[in-house]
Each structure stands twice: as C-alpha cells, then as structure tokens.
C-alpha cells in the first residue's frame, strides 16, 4: 500500500489498548542511513494549563502500528507516558 504523508495527515491515531485518541500525524520519522521509515510522531497530551503551550510529542514506532485505515491508524501502546518514556520527545530533542 502507497500513501502520502498528506493523505497521513488527516488520518486520527487511536490506541487499540485503551480507545484514546492521540490526535493527527504530525510528522514522520526516516533513518537516513536506510531511507526506512521508523514510526510516527503525534502531538503530546495538553492539559488545561498548556493549552497554548507547545507540549512534548510522542514517536510511536512503526512495528506498534496495527492497522492503517481510511479515516483512522490504530496503533497498540501499552502503558501511557510516563516522564522516564524514551518514545516522548521533547522540544529540546527536536534539531532544525
């Protein structure tokens, strides 16, 4: 199956484990040296105090990614995210 990153975009992330909902892709993640791509990053939770703060986000690996459908991608995270989570990257981690 072939598809966009802009036809990504407008797909919905929801976690088979628990129904939540992760919000949309917002970026894709490549090793270089392979050209492979590695998961997906969506935005971080925001709470009523960081509404308008830019918040972590979170890499779902791309071997969690349990199916990928017409309007949504559900993928399988168990546990939620804790602070010591490798798979939230935070503004910090992110170079331009």
């Known amino acids: 199956m072939e ?4 036809e990504l975009r407008c797909k919905e992330v929801v976690n088979i484990v628990d129904g939540k909902r992760l919000g949309h892709i917002i970026d894709v993640a490549f090793n270089l040296a392979t050209g492979c791509v590695t998961g997906i990053i969506v935005p971080g939770e925001k709470s009523f105090w960081n ?21 949504t991608i559900l993928v399988q995270i168990y546990g939620g995210q804790p602070t ?3 798979y939230i990257l935070s503004n910090s981690n992110v170079k331009n």
Do not use: C, H, Y
């Open 3 to 6: 598809t966009s990153f802009l």
């Open 51 to 71: 509404v308008f703060k830019s918040g972590a986000e979170f890499f779902i690996p791309l071997n969690q990614i349990v199916k990928v459908g017409e309007d």
């Open 84 to 86: 010591g989570n490798p």
